[in-house]
T-cell receptor
Framework: ELKVEQNPLFLSMQEGKNYTIYCNYS?????LYWYRQDPGKSLESLFV?????AVKQEGRLMASLDTKARLSTLHITAAVHDLSATYFC?????????FGAGTRLTVKP | EPEVTQTPSHQVTQMGQEVILRCVPI?????FYWYRQILGQKVEFLVS????????KSEIFDDQFSVERPDGSNFTLKIRSTKLEDSAMYFC?????????????FGAGSRLTVL
């Protein structure tokens, strides 16, 4: 069965700092997605990564994919409070979509 | 912007009762999913549905669960005899595998409370 592991599960960081969230998965997939969930809300798509070496950036967030290592990263640059949320990676195995446990990010002033 | 609609937003039921959660996916989407999320925890895969049949299901999706797409628009999740541990937020999602990506659109969720 496809397994998706994220770390850390909880991340508390100061505004202005940088950090990386990691997503490891167990199958040979080249389709990986990042989603954001605000408390009490649904999930929203952030990034779609479709090939080895893919890199996407939106504002202070940058996602990358290494299919050989079965690893995706979500890098946060100069964090701001608005980024506080839970971030999920999801791996697409022939449209069977499995999610990591999520990383709950809290950005403090 | 097209959206996935779920009803009810919140349902409270007694243990042992049947519950039906309803979803209207985006009209041109082909892949349909149910996930559940116990409060503050991870998003757990229940089932995926494609071409009018289940394509994958998890170990959570036992005989108490069933899905249907009765009329080409609604996508329902039925829990036959609810247990306390079924209390969770249930998310429906739909996607379409165009341009090599299946980005899911999630509904707002149905919160199920089993007493």
């Amino acid at each position: 069965e496809l397994k998706v592991e994220q770390n850390p599960l909880f991340l508390s960081m100061q505004e202005g700092k940088n950090y990386t969230i990691y997503c490891n998965y167990s199958t040979t997939s080249d389709r990986l997605y990042w989603y954001r969930q605000d408390p009490g809300k649904s999930l929203e798509s952030l990034f779609v990564l479709l090939s080895n070496g893919a890199v996407k950036q939106e504002g202070r967030l940058m996602a990358s994919l290494d299919t050989k290592a079965r690893l995706s990263t979500l890098h946060i640059t100069a964090a701001v409070h608005d980024l506080s949320a839970t971030y999920f990676c999801a791996v697409d195995n022939n449209n069977d979509m499995r999610f990591g446990a999520g990383t709950r990010l809290t950005v403090k002033p | 912007e097209p959206e996935v609609t779920q009803t009810p937003s919140h349902q409270v039921t007694q243990m042992g009762q049947e519950v039906i959660l309803r979803c209207v996916p985006i009209s041109n989407h082909l892949y349909f999913y149910w996930y559940r999320q116990i409060l503050g925890q991870k998003v757990e895969f229940l089932v995926s549905f494609y071409n009018n049949e289940i394509s994958e299901k998890s170990e959570i999706f036992d005989d108490q669960f069933s899905v249907e797409r009765p009329d080409g628009s609604n996508f329902t999740l039925k829990i036959r005899s609810t247990k306390l541990e079924d209390s969770a937020m249930y998310f429906c999602a739909s996607g379409t595998d165009l341009s090599g990506a299946n980005v899911l659109t999630f509904g707002a969720g149905s919160r199920l409370t089993v007493l």
